[in-house]
């Protein structure tokens, strides 16, 4: 619906192209882009992480934490993903 209220189908949307758009990205399977892993912080920080590169987040796009199952210290806490 953000996208009709943001005019991606003209002043008067089509309908047949809303449903045509809504059923295309229902069916289209979720992918998780890594932002960074996070480890747990001191002080105040609760957690912390570093990009590995230069990275552009979509507007609007849903950001997740995943737990991770460590094996070891030297792996993150958490996850940082968005959902492209």
Do not use: C
């Not at 449903?19 to 998780?32: G, L």
């Not at 992480?49 to 070891?72: M, S, T």
Request: charged share 25%; proline share 5%.
């Amino acid at each position: 619906m953000k996208r009709i209220a943001k005019g991606e189908f003209g002043s008067e949307p089509n309908i047949a192209d809303v449903v045509r758009v809504m059923s295309e990205e229902v069916n289209k399977p979720a992918s998780f882009v890594n932002i960074t892993g996070l480890w747990e912080g001191r002080g105040k920080v609760a957690y912390q992480g570093r990009a590995q590169e230069e990275i552009i987040i979509p507007i609007d796009a849903e950001i997740l934490v995943f737990h991770n199952d460590k094996q070891n210290d030297t792996q993150p806490d958490l996850n940082l993903v968005y959902v492209d």
